[in-house]
């Protein structure tokens, strides 16, 4: 990136945030902070971070619901990266973040090298997002064999227009989704009710100019997160332990 990248850090505790401020800056980038969501979104109103690093044990609003309230358009970029950094290292703990749209989630503490690190990471996958998406906006070109266009299944509280791919809720309001999240659901709705594998779905993105990012578990919560389908127990598309990701809900075909 031609510029230093803008790091918003939101850390309630002064001093961690004061040597996070200090080393990201040493490092290329430039950082501004909020202490709490009431500064988050306030920062949000002027500036427009390149990446957000949160806390998840934070005074007021804690950062998992920050992380939800930012990815369901909150503060105006739904699409930031979010990285979380909390003292909350458990496996369910990392998962939930995730599921809730983060793009990674590192324990504290933690060697600076390795938030250095994973930061660069996020930022080259969101630059290559960003990139893939101009390039092909709608994501037509991947699309030659998909079920004829008039097309209309149902699942749960859900209808999907193929031809148009378009998510419509119960009450016909559409959810927009990006081209790798649609490829992600229309995988689902061709297998339900069976076990797709990470390998497997990462076999079929393969080709995908926007398949940039390896971590399945993220783009899964994106997409769950798009289904209001978030948090520890989903109803949707549910995680099978060692195996992989499944729709639990049997899909039908809309008769005209």
């Not at 930031?80 to 950094?85: A, S």
């Not at 031809?163 to 309001?173: K, N, P, Q």
Request: glycine share 6%; with cysteine; charged share 30%.
């Amino acid at each position: 990136m031609p510029n230093r990248p803008l790091l918003l850090i939101v850390e309630d505790d002064a001093e961690i945030a004061e040597l996070l401020e200090e080393n990201l800056r040493a490092h290329g980038f430039d950082t501004v902070g909020a202490a709490n969501g009431v500064e988050l979104f306030s920062q949000l109103e002027t500036r427009k971070p390149d990446l957000i690093l949160l806390d998840i044990m934070l005074p007021g609003e804690d950062g998992l619901t920050l992380c939800r309230r930012l990815r369901a358009g909150d503060g105006g970029l739904p699409e930031t990266p979010i990285i979380f950094l909390s003292a909350l290292g458990d496996l369910t703990d990392r998962v939930v973040g995730l599921e809730l749209g983060a793009d990674d989630y590192l324990p504290k503490p933690f060697e600076m090298r390795e938030l250095l690190a994973r930061i660069r990471a996020v930022l080259r996958r969101s630059e290559m997002r960003s990139r893939a998406e101009k390039a092909d906006p709608t994501g037509a070109a991947d699309y030659a064999n998909t079920l004829p266009s008039r097309t209309i299944l149902r699942f749960g509280p859900w209808r999907v227009d193929m031809g148009a791919r378009h998510l419509i809720d119960e009450s016909d309001v559409t959810v927009s989704l990006s081209a790798l999240e649609f490829k992600l659901l229309e995988m689902f709705l061709r297998n339900p009710q069976r076990v797709l594998t990470r390998e497997s779905i990462l076999l079929k993105l393969e080709n995908r100019s926007d398949a940039y990012d390896r971590n399945i578990d993220v783009q899964m919560s994106r997409l769950r997160a798009k289904l209001r389908d978030s948090g520890r127990s989903p109803k949707l598309i549910r995680t099978m332990r060692g195996d992989g990701y499944m729709l639990a809900v049997p899909v039908e075909r809309e008769v005209p």
